[in-house]
């Protein structure tokens, strides 16, 4: 995948997207999938993208399972991922934060108290000042049989936070990845960089040439500044752009999407920003389209007919189940 031409020296980059998101220039915010997929009738899901970065996905819209099948079981566990494979999800989505021995693991909040049963001492408050070994005492599946006991299963007590390296080591190069980078400027002293952290297990489980070849890691992020110095350690990884529905305006859309086309080939916006002008926008700087996150089939229909490139879901099985409504219609 080559990289996009460089007009602008990075932090000149990182402070036109500052000041385009109404962020402030000092202090960053804190926001599947067989390679080849069988469809029902034997058809299959080609790759992700061709060519070059700003190539629409030639396959039609991607499934990208949000936090894993994380309407189906617990979010960020093996169950939740090892669901969202079976019901065949284009991409798997692990939210990153680092511990205070710098290990990543899977997991949304910075802190553990809303997910995470057991010892207070280890189960409470920030995860980045708990160790690998601390988390390993965290139950993160018990939650979610107590917010959806229709849903509950006793398999999900007990389910660990597994680490990135955990899930590589599971699923390898036979899915698709959508990392975010979560609060990655709040680092205690003496934790790496997560950029780096991250680099390094792409590499070591030979998935960043994979990544610049067939978009086989895609990696997202709300801070500006966590995805350029991604393009300084690697300026040929697939970059995303999340966006918050704060974050642009018609008026500002313009600016905003220009700054993120200087280093990301995508955006992945909050849905409420999706329209036909914002599609438009999108189009004519050859930036993918990934909307978050939409569990309303509706809403999945109104994404798809605009002509999105993929949506988030903690539901895979329903989005995909759109999807190929949405093709049929479209091929019919």
Same mark, same amino acid.
């Given at each position: 995948?080559? !990289?996009?031409?460089?007009?602008?020296?990075?932090?000149?980059?990182?402070?036109?997207?500052?000041?385009?998101?109404?962020?402030?220039?000092?202090?960053?915010? /804190?926001?599947?999938?067989?390679?080849?997929?069988?469809?029902?009738?034997? !058809?299959?899901?080609?790759?992700?993208?061709?060519?070059?970065?700003?190539?629409?996905?030639?396959?039609?819209?991607?499934?990208?399972?949000?936090?894993?099948?994380?309407?189906?079981?617990?979010?960020?566990?093996?169950?939740?991922? &090892?669901?969202?494979?079976?019901?065949?999800?284009?991409?798997?989505?692990? @939210?990153?934060?680092?511990? /205070?021995?710098?290990?990543?693991? =899977?997991?949304h909040d910075?802190?553990?108290d809303r997910?995470?049963?057991?010892? !207070?001492?280890?189960c409470t408050?920030?995860?980045?000042?708990?160790?690998?070994?601390?988390?390993?005492?965290?139950?993160?599946?018990?939650?979610?049989?107590?917010?959806?006991?229709?849903? =509950?299963?006793? =398999?999900?007590?007990?389910?660990?936070?597994?680490?990135?390296?955990?899930?590589?080591?599971?699923?390898?190069?036979?899915?698709?990845?959508?990392?975010?980078?979560?609060?990655?400027?709040?680092?205690?002293?003496?934790?790496?960089?997560?950029?780096?952290?991250?680099?390094?297990?792409?590499?070591?489980?030979?998935?960043?040439?994979?990544?610049?070849?067939?978009?086989?890691?895609?990696?997202? !992020?709300?801070?500006?500044?966590?995805?350029?110095?991604?393009?300084?350690? &690697?300026?040929?990884?697939?970059?995303?752009?999340?966006?918050?529905?704060?974050?642009?305006?018609?008026?500002?859309? @313009?600016?905003?999407?220009?700054?993120?086309?200087?280093? /990301?080939?995508?955006?992945?916006?909050?849905?409420?920003?999706?329209?036909? =002008?914002?599609?438009?926008?999108?189009?004519?700087?050859?930036?993918?389209?990934?909307?978050?996150?939409?569990?309303?089939?509706?809403?999945? &229909?109104?994404?798809?007919?605009?002509?999105?490139?993929?949506?988030?879901?903690?539901?895979?099985?329903?989005?995909?189940?759109?999807?190929?409504?949405?093709?049929?219609?479209?091929?019919?």
């Amino acid at each position: 995948m080559p !990289s996009r031409p460089h007009p602008l020296p990075g932090a000149a980059l990182g402070l036109v997207l500052l000041l385009a998101l109404g962020l402030p220039a000092l202090g960053l915010p /804190a926001p599947g999938l067989p390679q080849v997929r069988v469809m029902e009738g034997g !058809s299959t899901r080609g790759p992700l993208m061709s060519g070059t970065p700003e190539t629409p996905d030639p396959a039609g819209p991607q499934v990208i399972a949000h936090r894993g099948a994380s309407g189906h079981a617990p979010e960020h566990t093996l169950a939740a991922y &090892d669901l969202a494979v079976r019901m065949g999800a284009d991409f798997l989505e692990p @939210d990153l934060q680092m511990t /205070a021995d710098g290990v990543l693991v =899977a997991f949304h909040d910075a802190t553990l108290d809303r997910t995470a049963r057991g010892p !207070s001492a280890h189960c409470t408050g920030p995860i980045r000042e708990r160790t690998l070994a601390e988390l390993r005492d965290c139950d993160v599946g018990s939650w979610f049989n107590e917010r959806f006991p229709d849903r =509950a299963d006793p =398999a999900f007590v007990g389910l660990g936070i597994p680490t990135l390296e955990e899930l590589f080591q599971r699923y390898g190069a036979s899915v698709r990845w959508y990392p975010e980078t979560k609060n990655p400027d709040e680092r205690l002293p003496g934790q790496p960089p997560m950029e780096e952290v991250l680099l390094d297990l792409l590499h070591a489980h030979d998935l960043r040439d994979p990544a610049v070849e067939r978009g086989q890691v895609l990696i997202q !992020s709300f801070s500006p500044a966590s995805l350029q110095r991604l393009r300084e350690l &690697d300026p040929e990884l697939p970059l995303v752009q999340l966006l918050r529905a704060s974050d642009a305006t018609p008026e500002t859309v @313009d600016a905003v999407l220009d700054a993120v086309a200087e280093y /990301a080939m995508g955006v992945g916006p909050n849905r409420a920003l999706v329209n036909g =002008a914002f599609m438009e926008a999108a189009r004519a700087r050859g930036l993918v389209v990934h909307p978050w996150t939409v569990n309303d089939p509706a809403e999945m &229909d109104r994404l798809l007919s605009l002509g999105v490139d993929g949506i988030f879901s903690d539901f895979p099985d329903v989005l995909g189940a759109r999807v190929r409504a949405w093709a049929e219609g479209k091929d019919g």
